[in-house]
T-cell receptor, first 114, second 112 residues
Framework: AQSVTQPDIHITVSEGASLELRCNYS??????LFWYVQSPGQGLQLLLK??????LVQGIKGFEAEFKRSQSSFNLRKPSVHWSDAAEYFC????????????FGKGTKLSVKP | DAGITQSPRHKVTETGTPVTLRCHQT?????MYWYRQDPGHGLRLIHY???????DKGEVSDGYSVSRSKTEDFLLTLESATSSQTSVYFC???????????FGPGTRLTVT
């Protein structure tokens, strides 16, 4: 069965430091890949998505993610974290023939130290 | 996304009562989804719809039913609420399979 793993439940970084959030998926073919962000008490907002083509994807708020087929990974990165980036981040995977259903990872909560 | 609203935003109900949550969208999304979010579980799909009157089950559909009589509205019903259904419920919409999903603000449901 398809699955998504976010190995880090909680990460703390200092403001201005770089960030990488990990996401691994289990699926035989190339899936659709997404990163969402959720601020406390809010719904989910799409940060970026990968369908095909260039494996380095740029998103909103200065985030980027790189699809690595050989590692079945889609890690999210940001070169310099701002205090407002503190939130929970979810990786999601979709695949052809699934009626668009997404499988979500369990999330990584990001805390930012001043 | 302001195009998807959910009502009510908060609800407390008693075990054994039926509950209906409403999702309304103004974006003409063909696909709509209901998820529940619980600590340590991320988001899990309850039911989804791929058109008016076309619905199917998701991963955690037991105890839930849905209806979609028009494009704009997708209703989630808990037939007889249980404490295990205390959760935050999110509705989402998408134009087609594989498209990004746009989420509503969520409904916090507490079953006592």
């Amino acid at each position: 069965a398809q699955s998504v793993t976010q190995p880090d439940i909680h990460i703390t970084v200092s403001e201005g430091a770089s960030l990488e959030l990990r996401c691994n998926y289990s699926y035989g073919a190339t899936p659709y890949l997404f990163w969402y962000v959720q601020s406390p008490g809010q719904g989910l907002q799409l940060l970026l998505k990968y369908f095909s083509g260039d494996t380095l994807v740029q998103g909103i708020k200065g985030f980027e993610a790189e699809f690595k087929r050989s590692q079945s990974s889609f890690n999210l990165r940001k070169p310099s974290v701002h205090w407002s980036d503190a939130a929970e981040y979810f990786c999601a995977v979709g695949y052809g023939g699934s009626q668009g259903n997404l499988i979500f990872g369990k999330g990584t909560k990001l805390s930012v130290k001043p | 996304d302001a195009g998807i609203t959910q009502s009510p935003r908060h609800k407390v109900t008693e075990t054994g009562t039926p509950v209906t949550l409403r999702c309304h969208q103004t974006e003409n999304h063909r696909y709509m989804y209901w998820y529940r979010q619980d600590p340590g579980h991320g988001l899990r799909l309850i039911h989804y719809s791929y058109g008016v009157k076309d619905t199917d089950k998701g991963e955690v559909s037991d105890g839930y039913s849905v209806s979609r009589s028009k494009t704009e509205d997708f209703l989630l019903t808990l037939e007889s609420a249980t404490s295990s259904q205390t959760s935050v419920y999110f509705c989402a919409g998408a134009g087609g399979p594989g498209d990004e999903q746009y989420f509503g603000p969520g409904t916090r449901l507490t079953v006592t």
